[in-house]
């Protein structure tokens, strides 16, 4: 099923992923740059994402609203993501219209107007993103939150930026952080789907082989020093549900400790995955949803590792069940962890770990769009081999790896501990 | 305009197996080998209609419990099985059905249906169970009242449908469910559940016999002979002005605004029409005119768009936008002048075919994963559309003409007889 990849880099440093799939009359183009929330300083916190947005607003060979209609037209779909450590473009079109988006990704790399007017009305855009987040408890909470985690490392704030930011960062600061780092040289090009390798690599030779190249951007991001202790914070709110969420400082996704860590979040949490689109499970067997759900003394639990290029944290999030406390979930959730500090998972739970995984993949691959994500997504973080080794890394982990992750990662002195209380009190009964 | 999709990729006649099991189950299914994992989605003919008002939300909460217990296992063993393997099955409730949903590897089908027909035949609805999961629904229903989009949304039904059951939220209010008894759970089952008018699409990697014979097994000799036809639906009881009604949700950011009326149900004759009308409005490109004077001119929100919710019957057509609490009134004129032109002037030449090219290029995007095909086929069986449909699709869609989007969008829509439903701070 698996077909193989062609890489190339072109001489302006443009490195390209072609991969052949010929199960759908469909191509997925992605263009992946080394820019994110993690290139950013206070003072301008929110410009990645911005940018993001204002590479809809169009260049002189599609002015704003052409490219929406261009591609809707065709029948594609296309949108955008920022991340901590990258932006990222696609668009999936039936496969005999991949040209424009080869065209409109060529052209906007490089081509953007960032017009001053259209930065104004995009402002407010983006604040009403920002105010819709802050309606939700979880996004407040979190927020405060790895503000905690990390004191210097860029992680530290959202990718939505600051309010403050928002206000005030200026179409120049737009344009520069653009310039600085949409260039050949910072980019990574992925097509998969219903195309001869041949033709594709051509056009885009065509196409992306004359940009000129920069310098290469330079990605500094002042790491972050250990924690010692553990942090304890409170965020209320009118909201009615009680919320208590951990944050632990985790390993990058290319230290050997990832692997055995998913395992570990897979077991405590249920098993998560990489697909982005399509295909996740449910989880009403892991340990901590039997501690505490069934327990009566949450609703719903949840845990996330995410991949990233510096150190992140390990975030589990418990809904508490309205008759209870905050402080029981915690007791509890120290109890469950304790146990799996002490006493290694049985090799079935870790097969059974394993195998979830399986059927994750097999359920991420059956869309091009995923499969595509997959490619440039590992490459921002440490390369395609990374994702095409993963199964069987995962199969190689052992019951004391598990343990010793455990034992070295969930302890209390390198957590953020908190809580988001409703303002009439916690308990609404 | 040249059509660019090869027919035979779409799913036909030729393609798609349909059998409808003595019992009255029908069965669809189309393989695909390039997958080895196999989807199974489909519904019964009970929902949030059968729901007596005192006791609203009991079809969605008997939908929830099914997995709860069964004669055979209780909820660890169930739900060990299924996450065990990788797999997933789930119910919800919606007013004219109850919908499920799963998916495995394909080796796993059998597992897959022989859980899917103990949760439907023999639920046990287990006390202390169904009082855990009575707490979830309340801290979703506590959640729902703290949503701004959310309650815009349900006041909108409200003031749409008053009077008509779909005004009525399919998850209830907490009073009522408070007041749901197991007893009560165990007789809206064994009354309202079973196999008539019921749906199953199996797609992947499994043959479209093997398909069929695996659900035959699973659920061929279900019977329920006492099982009641659908209620029928009154008539919506058009407004005659702007009404406007305002849910204040203290401490929020944002305020959620959701404008517009009923609109018309799948089989009207104008679907298409509306449904095309309904692009060029607040959905082509970056959310169509809506989105052009709402986000991209005025810069008022990140999201503004139209949808219409064509079913079984009436749903609403409406726009649905979060802004600034400051610039509420402001949304909402703009919207109603996007309302009068859409309804008073023909929709251009050109944005009418790029709409069109939208809605058939979209096909193969649609379709390309096993749950795309099931949704697909589900869609045939549940409006009698025809296997010939997707076939017949680009046909349909080029018929549209922009008098028709006109005729269709002054049927249902009227700058002056409009509900107005917001929530925020």
């Known amino acids: 099923m698996d077909s193989p990849i062609t890489e190339l880099k072109l001489s302006n440093g443009m490195r390209v992923m072609l991969k052949e799939i010929h199960t759908a009359p469909i191509i997925s183009s992605w263009v992946w740059y080394r820019v994110g929330s993690r290139d950013e300083i206070p003072g301008k916190t929110g410009i990645s994402h911005w940018v993001e947005h204002m590479q809809f607003k169009g260049t002189p060979q599609f002015p704003g609203g052409v490219l929406d209609k261009a591609v809707s037209r065709e029948g594609g779909v296309w949108n955008a993501f920022t991340y901590l450590d990258w932006t990222t473009y696609f668009e999936t079109m039936p496969a005999d219209k991949i040209d424009l988006a080869l065209r409109l990704e060529a052209d906007r790399m490089v081509n953007s107007i960032f017009d001053a007017e259209e930065v104004e009305s995009e402002r407010t855009v983006i604040i009403s993103e920002r105010q819709g987040s802050e309606n939700q408890p979880l996004f407040q909470l979190g927020e405060v939150m790895r503000a905690a985690a990390f004191r210097v490392h860029p992680y530290h704030h959202e990718i939505l930026g600051d309010m403050a930011d928002l206000q005030t960062i200026q179409r120049d600061d737009l344009y520069n952080h653009y310039r600085s780092y949409y260039r050949p040289n910072n980019a990574v090009m992925v097509v998969a789907g219903d195309f001869e390798t041949q033709a594709v690599r051509e056009r885009i030779e065509a196409l992306y082989g004359p940009l000129g190249a920069g310098d290469d951007p330079i990605r500094p991001a002042r790491p972050e020093p250990p924690q010692r202790g553990e942090h304890r914070l409170t965020v209320e709110g009118s909201d009615d549900t009680t919320y208590v969420q951990v944050l632990y400082h985790s390993p990058v996704a290319s230290d050997p400790d990832f692997f055995p860590f998913i395992v570990l979040d897979s077991l405590l949490t249920g098993p998560t995955g990489l697909n982005m689109f399509g295909g996740g499970i449910s989880n009403k067997t892991s340990q901590l949803y039997l501690k505490l759900v069934e327990g009566d003394l949450a609703v719903g639990v949840r845990g996330s590792l995410p991949v990233t290029i510096d150190p992140y944290v390990y975030n589990i999030t418990v809904t508490v069940h309205p008759d209870r406390t905050a402080e029981e979930v915690i007791t509890a959730l120290d109890e469950e962890i304790q146990r799996v500090q002490e006493t290694p998972p049985t090799q079935e739970a870790v097969d059974r770990a394993v195998k979830q995984a399986r059927a994750l993949f097999a359920y991420g691959s059956e869309s091009i769009t995923n499969q595509a994500f997959w490619m440039g997504f590992t490459e921002m973080f440490d390369s395609y081999d990374w994702f095409t080794g993963y199964l069987d890394r995962l199969a190689a982990v052992t019951t004391d790896d598990v343990q010793r992750i455990a034992q070295t990662y969930l302890v209390p002195r390198q957590r953020v501990l908190g809580t988001y209380l409703p303002t009439n009190g916690e308990v609404s009964k | ?425």
């Open chain 2, 1 to 425: 305009m040249k059509l660019a999709i090869s027919q035979s990729s779409l799913p036909g006649p030729d393609d798609i197996t349909c059998v409808e099991l003595s019992n009255g189950i029908t069965v669809l299914a189309r393989s695909n080998f390039n997958s080895p994992s196999v989807t199974v989605s489909g519904y019964l003919a009970v929902g949030g209609l059968f729901d007596p008002d005192e006791k609203l939300g009991i079809g969605d909460f008997v939908s929830a419990a099914l997995m709860r217990g069964t004669e055979k296992r209780d909820f660890q063993g169930i739900y060990q099985a299924l996450e065990s393997v990788g797999a997933s099955l789930s119910f919800s409730g919606a007013t004219h059905t109850t919908g499920f949903g799963g998916k495995s590897l394909a080796e796993d089908l059998p597992l897959l249906l022989e859980l899917l027909s103990e949760g439907l035949r023999q639920p046990v609805f287990p006390e202390q169970q169904i009082e855990r999961l009575r707490a979830q629904l309340l801290t979703g229903l506590t959640l729902r009242a703290q949503d701004t989009r959310d309650m815009a949304g349900l006041t909108f039904d409200q003031m749409v449908y008053k009077g008509h059951p779909y005004s009525r939220p399919e998850d209830g209010y907490p009073e009522t469910i408070q007041s749901i008894t197991r007893q009560d759970l165990v007789h809206f089952h064994k009354k309202h559940y079973g196999p008539r008018g019921m749906v199953v699409a199996v797609v992947g990697g499994v043959s479209p016999e093997e398909a069929v014979e695996r659900v035959r097994a699973a659920l061929g000799g279900w019977e329920n002979p006492d099982q009641p036809d659908p209620p029928q639906l009154p008539s919506v009881a058009p407004l005659e002005k702007v009404i406007s009604q305002r849910v204040e949700i203290p401490g929020k950011s944002q305020a959620d605004i959701v404008v517009g009326a009923a609109g018309p149900p799948r089989k009207a004759e104008e679907f298409f029409e509306a449904a095309l009308g309904n692009s060029v409005f607040g959905q082509f490109g970056m959310m169509g005119r809506i989105g052009e004077a709402v986000r991209e001119k005025a810069g008022l929100a990140y999201y503004a768009f139209s949808q219409m919710s064509a079913g079984i019957g009436p749903g609403p057509w409406s726009v649905s936008a979060g802004v600034n609490p400051d610039n509420v009134e402001k949304a909402i004129d703009l919207i109603r002048a996007e309302i009068k032109r859409f309804v008073t002037e023909s929709v251009a030449e050109d944005e009418l075919s790029d709409s069109k090219a939208n809605f058939i290029g979209r096909l193969p995007l649609a379709l390309e994963s096993n749950g795309g095909v099931a949704g697909a086929l589900l869609n045939l069986a549940r409006y009698d559309l025809g296997m010939d449909y997707y076939q017949r699709y680009a046909g349909l869609v080029e018929a549209v003409s922009p008098e028709g989007v006109l005729a269709a969008a002054s049927k249902y829509l009227h700058p002056d007889k409009l509900a107005v439903a917001v929530a925020g701070p």
